[in-house]
């Protein structure tokens, strides 16, 4: 499927691929840029959201699925560079408050895909290799840098890889870490966003339906709270 909520032909703004496996459900993305505060632009990204997230909200949810792509959103403080104020600077001063501010930072984007993330039971699979943490310094977790004008040297988390809360839970993500040289361009020729990397577990099948069976028997809560960072915007 190229398009969203079974719609015939491809996206009109954004890019989407959806590819259905035996074992999984995979949505690649690419989502709408919001601006710098034009209208137009802050009501399409509005729109994309909705439809995204009713598109997800359609899927089985006792089939594994993952979310990848350039989600254009930094919905964790620490996802984007300091002084966080800079990027609510930026933009438009007239309008919402809430969307205020450089694409993928305003309130209004970051609390629909926290949404999004509790309402279709994803989480976020960056951090839960310890190897991710070992090697990358805080500064290195951003998939976006700048190296022209006033956001030369300014970077942003853009780009996920998400996947069904039962399969991180489960352990079934071996590794999830950005692909790239620091602050420098260097391994991401050709573009201003780093290429991202997940692995799965070998085993990650079985263990996500061990996981399955065991939060039936005990009626194990949700981890979102240790999967989504709750500090509010």
Request: charged share 25%; hydrophobic share 30%; aromatic share 10%.
């Amino acid at each position: 499927a190229f398009n969203l909520n079974q719609k015939k032909g491809h996206c009109q703004d954004g890019r989407y691929v959806q590819l259905q496996f035996q074992a999984a459900k995979y949505h690649f993305v690419y989502v709408p840029f919001n601006g710098d505060g034009q209208q137009q632009k802050v009501e399409r990204r509005a729109e994309w959201d909705a439809q995204f997230l009713e598109h997800l909200r359609q899927d089985d949810a006792t089939q594994p699925r993952f979310v990848v792509g350039d989600l254009n959103v930094a919905y964790q403080p620490a996802d984007m560079s300091p002084p966080l104020d800079f990027w609510y600077r930026q933009g438009a001063s007239v309008g919402d408050i809430e969307d205020k501010g450089f694409g993928g930072t305003t309130i209004s984007e970051r609390n629909r895909f926290r949404h999004l993330l509790e309402t279709c039971h994803l989480g976020d699979t960056w951090g839960t290799s310890r190897s991710v943490f070992v090697s990358q310094s805080p500064a290195d977790r951003y998939t976006w840098r700048c190296t022209q004008g006033r956001y030369r040297g300014k970077g942003l988390r853009l780009d996920y890889v998400l996947a069904d809360h039962t399969t991180i839970q489960a352990g079934g993500i071996l590794e999830s870490s950005i692909l790239h040289n620091g602050t420098g361009n260097s391994g991401a020729m050709g573009s201003d966003h780093h290429p991202i990397w997940c692995a799965l577990h070998p085993n990650w099948e079985e263990m996500r339906s061990d996981k399955e069976m065991e939060m039936e028997v005990d009626g194990s809560p949700s981890l979102m709270a240790n999967l989504v960072d709750t500090e509010p915007c």
